[in-house]
């Protein structure tokens, strides 16, 4: 009776409990949005994500953009992130431009100047990954291939996303909010965020188990801005709530899925989940019902 009962009562949770999520930051050291942040912002929105992942003890990757990192201040900041053992650094291209309309000269230029940004504060912590900005990889298929093996060549692995929540957007309704001195709008948009969030995560487990027939390991994109530092630890409680442990996402990307060759060469920002699809009508069925922020934004215009 009493086996039973605990089947009864843990078993629903036994197979969640092997769920890993593999957290990503865009646009580090911080966003720099100089219409929303003081020098003063940015420290203390890096700052303060880095004290949470501290204390939660998850590993993070963060993408830099060296136009971010080009003030004095900003390296500083850079240096607290390569510092921390927890983070693993990837490269996020100077300019932070749309890869696509980029000469694959021009394109070179963004990753070698931000290398060689990057390198002078990283001394000898690797630098292994590269995300493109927008996750646009290149016009077409041919252009991406260009673009994805000058990568390998400089000892990049350029990286996938499978989740992510609009955090921009929510993040520009939030700094409206913090400005007005609207504490309660505010706080309304972070819990919107993380409920959205959630409700991206849903579907995307769901879309992953139709591709693949079970979990993945996912890697969630967002960016260092302040929604983030304000909401990380909850953002992390509540995926462990749904049965996740964060991984580094080299470990995330070891599971097999990561080899999944890609069907869909278009130069948008939409997961890879959806490029992982082989049939074209299916997947545009996908991507026609995909999550929209747009509901849960509209209260806060
Ligand atoms: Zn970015």
Redesign the pocket.
């Known amino acids: 009776m009493r086996y039973l009962l605990f089947v009864i009562l843990f078993l629903p949770f036994a197979g969640l409990a092997q769920r890993q999520v593999a957290i990503t930051m865009?646009?580090a050291p911080v966003?720099a949005l100089p219409e929303y942040y003081t020098a003063g912002q940015r420290k203390a929105v890096s700052e303060k994500l880095l004290q949470q992942i501290n204390a939660l003890r998850t590993p993070v990757s963060v993408?830099i953009?060296g136009d971010n990192c080009i003030a004095p201040d900003n390296q500083l900041l850079l240096k607290k992130w390569v510092d921390n053992p927890l983070i693993t650094l990837g490269s996020?291209t100077l300019h932070?431009p749309n890869c696509a309309d980029l000469s694959i000269d021009s394109f070179k230029m963004e990753v070698m100047i931000n290398d060689y940004i990057i390198r002078a504060v990283a001394k000898d912590k690797p630098v292994p990954y590269f995300?493109f900005?927008?996750n646009a990889m290149g016009k077409d298929s041919m252009a991406q291939a260009e673009r994805t093996g000058y990568l390998k060549e400089k000892g990049y692995t350029a990286v996938p996303f499978t989740i992510e929540s609009n955090d921009?957007l929510f993040e520009r309704y939030y700094q409206d909010a913090l400005r007005a001195k609207d504490n309660r709008k505010a706080k309304a948009i972070g819990e919107a965020y993380i409920r959205y969030t959630l409700f991206s995560f849903d579907y995307f487990e769901k879309l992953a188990r139709e591709i693949f027939g079970r979990d993945i390991p996912q890697v969630y994109l967002c960016?260092v801005n302040q929604l983030n530092a304000d909401h990380y630890t909850a953002l992390v409680k509540a995926l462990q709530q749904r049965g996740y442990r964060c991984v580094s996402l080299q470990q995330a990307m070891q599971d097999n899925v990561y080899n999944t060759p890609l069907y869909d060469h278009s130069p948008y920002g939409f997961s890879w989940l959806f490029r992982w699809i082989p049939d074209a009508a299916i997947r545009k069925t996908h991507l026609r019902n995909s999550p929209e922020s747009d509901k849960e934004l509209a209260a806060f215009k």
Do not use: G, K, L
Request: no cysteine.
């Open positions: 865009d646009d966003m993408f953009v996020h932070h995300r900005p927008y921009y960016h």
